[in-house]
């Protein structure tokens, strides 16, 4: 940038870091993408890269669709290395119960104009035929997609031609400038921190907690996985409060391998693999699909997402530094919501009006409640 100040400052280049740069870029504004690591090396490198649209709230549901969407538009400029698979979402439904929260959410998606269909247990089987016989249905969203983030993190700092400096600590950040770890200051109109879990030591009064998660992969079997299979408890798994939980979870890789998830760990802050988590998550996707126990895992690893007690992301000005923005708290839906929080920032900084409410996320909701404690 041959030492002029750039009119925007990014502070972390995961994806959504990294869509924050792409958003601010498309308005010709001047960028610089900060990182201590290197492109997608956190959250984006250790995620599934599940592109799905979301109805626990409102607000959430809202954020899904919208950037669904703009992921959908960006989809045709996309190399072949982020792996795009419109593999869609089958929710699994173990029990009759279960099949009827499968139901309720096809009733709000179509209502919403979201293409979905609801399984019984003979379709079920014929569109996934690894699964275990007995399951009562499912829900098939074949809207929703899945993508390879760390090489999407780079094809968008890339296209959008701003200047990404790595290796590159920051230490404080106050209105109009950023200090590098080296003492060094680098000035800019708009700072943007997209840095995860990350974002507490420089906001430490907004309620975010790294949630560990570990993930498996196996080595290559092609055709044995059409969808993106998800049991419908993963949803009280991912919105509960609960120190440790587990829930079958598993993607078709472009490569044939297939990617398993998930489990949630709070209070762990060692990316060491945690034996009991790892076996027990495996054994229920098992339980899903036992075919599973006969194929090879050739690698296993851990992330940390950044969440927040309301399940919401944290999206907007920083409650006390002027021109300071936040964007972070997305827990497992950073990859999902990356584009649409991008544009909500840039829409906010140009002073254009966003597509959707942008109030149930603004990080002011925490600090008002912490005030009247």
């Known amino acids: ?4 100040t750039p009119d925007v400052v990014v502070v972390g280049a995961g994806i959504v870091g990294a869509c924050c740069a792409w958003a601010f870029a498309r308005e010709g504004l001047s960028v610089t993408v900060l990182d201590r690591a290197g492109i997608g090396q956190g959250a984006t490198a250790a995620g599934m890269g599940h592109i799905v649209v979301m109805d626990d709230s409102e607000a959430q549901f ?3 669709r919208y950037s669904q969407r703009l992921w959908a538009e960006l989809r045709p400029q996309m190399p072949a290395d982020v792996e795009w698979q419109a593999c869609g979402t089958l929710w699994v439904a173990a029990d009759e119960d279960e099949l009827e929260e499968a139901a309720r959410k096809k009733t709000f998606l179509e209502a919403a104009g979201i293409g979905c269909e609801l399984l019984d247990a003979k379709s079920i089987a014929a569109a996934e035929p690894n699964l275990r016989p007995g399951l009562a249905g499912g829900l098939l ?10 090489c999407a993190a780079r094809w968008l700092l890339a296209v959008s031609k701003v200047d990404v400096r790595l290796g590159v600590a920051v230490t404080r950040v106050r209105s109009g400038d950023v200090t590098l770890a080296d003492g060094s200051e680098i000035a800019a109109g708009v700072i943007v921190l997209a840095t995860g879990g990350a974002a507490r030591s420089f906001v430490p009064h907004l309620p975010i907690r790294p949630r560990k998660g570990h993930l498996a992969i196996t080595d290559r079997y092609p055709g044995w ?12 798994s991912a919105s509960g409060e609960s120190a440790e939980s587990v829930a079958f979870n598993i993607q078709p890789r472009a490569t044939g391998q297939l990617l398993i998830g998930s489990s949630r760990q709070y209070g762990v802050d060692t990316p060491d693999i945690d034996q009991p988590i790892l076996g027990r998550m495996l054994r229920r996707c098992i339980e899903y699909m036992p075919g599973l126990a006969g194929l090879s895992v050739i690698r296993t690893w851990t992330g940390f997402r950044a969440s927040t007690p309301d399940k919401l992301p944290v999206i907007g000005p920083h409650p006390e530094a002027r ?7 997305h827990e497992g839906l950073g990859i999902t919501m990356a584009t ?3 544009r909500l920032l840039a829409d906010s900084v140009v002073g254009r009006a966003p597509e959707i409410a942008m109030h149930p996320f603004l990080p002011s909701r925490f600090v008002e409640v912490s005030r009247h404690d």
């Open 323 to 329: 021109n300071v923005w936040v964007a972070t708290g």
């Open 1 to 4: 940038m041959n030492g002029r």
């Open 225 to 236: 996985l059409n969808h993106q299979v998800v049991e419908l408890g993963y949803v009280k």
């Open 62 to 64: 809202a954020l899904c």
């Open 141 to 150: 969203q074949p809207g929703d997609s899945a993508i390879y983030s760390p």
């Open 340 to 342: 649409g929080t991008a």
